[in-house]
């Protein structure tokens, strides 16, 4: 029999599945533009930092299948993201935030695994995964907030320009899906290392849905969704061209072909 535990912890899956895919159209136009413009690349970088230390902690703590499948999956994604996010000419910030994450996330393992020194002598010695499991939950909680605060860092510019055009409306939907799947899925495992990062997600997420439904009317957020439409339609007249090359192209090497003949 299908468990409540196990239903959660696939619709958490999904719901996760949904928030790594959201950033999407955000790479699309970066890669279309060949610049980052105004878009941060924190929420990113936190992702990557707290999906990483999520599959540390779900490997060294018993029954968290869930949260190491979502998990591997979303390191790999946002990894991709950040390749994507480099070819807009980020600028040097964006490379020392790298560095910094970097540099802090593998101090975090070091440390935790310095207090539990191998998967081996952790599984045998209870008190010890309990340790590690404790050290690595902490970490991975604090990067899960810094992740659904990451957008907030965009505020300031939605406030001053009074343009929702750097707040991605499916990043902030996915937030507040994803924390609020696995809020449910902490409380029925009864697992505060889950719970408290993902009740904060949900505050955050809301907090991102009002100030985006504040923003979304305004004229500079209408100009912001004209410029996108704007920029798909050049990329999909460019399309269309390589396509008209591409078959006039076969149409005449077809011709010459004939004349050869």
Request: with cysteine; proline share 5%.
């Amino acid at each position: 029999m299908v468990s409540l535990e196990d239903i959660l912890g696939d619709l958490g899956l999904i719901a996760a599945c949904l928030l790594f895919a959201s950033p999407l159209p955000t790479m699309r136009r970066i890669y279309l533009k060949g610049t980052v413009e105004q878009f941060s690349p924190d929420p990113y970088i936190f992702s990557v930092c707290n999906c990483t230390m999520w599959v540390l902690w779900a490997l060294i703590t018993p029954d968290r299948a869930a949260p190491l499948q979502t998990n591997t999956i979303g390191t790999v994604t946002y990894v991709f993201y950040l390749v994507v996010y480099a070819t807009g000419n980020p600028g040097r910030s964006f490379y020392k935030k790298l560095a910094m994450s970097a540099t802090l996330l593998a101090m975090v393992s070091l440390f935790a695994f310095i207090v539990a020194p191998s998967i081996d002598v952790i599984r045998s010695d209870k008190t010890s995964l309990e340790v590690a499991s404790s050290v690595l939950g902490v970490a991975a909680d604090t990067f899960n907030v810094l992740m659904y605060a990451g957008p907030l860092t965009i505020m300031s510019t939605v406030i001053r320009t009074r343009s929702i055009e750097f707040m991605p409306l499916p990043l902030t939907l996915g937030t507040v899906f994803c924390s609020s799947a696995w809020l449910g899925y902490g409380l029925v495992v009864q697992d505060v290392t889950i719970i408290i990062p993902n009740a904060g997600g949900t505050l955050l997420g809301f907090l991102q849905v009002v100030l985006y439904c504040c923003y979304m009317n305004t004229e500079e957020s209408r100009e912001a969704r004209d410029r996108t439409k704007d920029l798909n339609m050049s990329f999909e007249e460019y399309r269309k061209s390589l396509h008209k090359e591409h078959t006039t192209g076969s149409k005449g090497r077809n011709e010459e072909g004939s004349t050869l003949d």
